[in-house]
């Protein structure tokens, strides 16, 4: 879907490299997991954590429900050629 594509990249335009970290976090994890491990494995506040989760939340990389994190496969694997084009 071209519009998610450019929508995505408006995102991903203004990230830091605290966002970056947490999105390679989830994008390398299993697709179910919980908010507080992807915070301990960080080593990052909550609070900052969850702030960033916000900011991710309309690239639709993932949803939370409770504090477990879902991660659609296909957004992972967008997400995935991203990063690798980047680096």
Same mark, same amino acid.
């Given at each position: ?5 450019? *929508? ?5 335009? @203004? #990230?830091? @490299? ?7 976090? /989830?994008?390398? @994890? +299993?697709?179910?997991? @919980? ?7 960080? $080593? /990052?506040?909550?609070? &900052?954590? $969850?702030?960033?989760?916000? *900011?991710?939340? +309309?690239?639709?990389? #993932? ?6 994190? #879902?991660?659609? *496969?296909?957004?992972? &694997?967008?997400? $995935? ?7």
């Amino acid at each position: 879907d071209y519009q998610q594509d450019i *929508k995505n990249r408006l995102i991903m335009q @203004s #990230f830091s @490299s605290t966002d970056i970290r947490v999105l390679e976090e /989830i994008i390398y @994890s +299993p697709t179910k997991f @919980s908010v507080l491990k992807l915070q301990s494995q960080l $080593e /990052i506040s909550l609070e &900052k954590l $969850e702030e960033i989760l916000e *900011k991710l939340k +309309p690239t639709g990389l #993932f949803v939370i429900e409770d504090d477990t994190l #879902f991660v659609d *496969k296909e957004a992972r &694997k967008y997400f $995935e050629n991203q990063i690798i084009l980047t680096n």
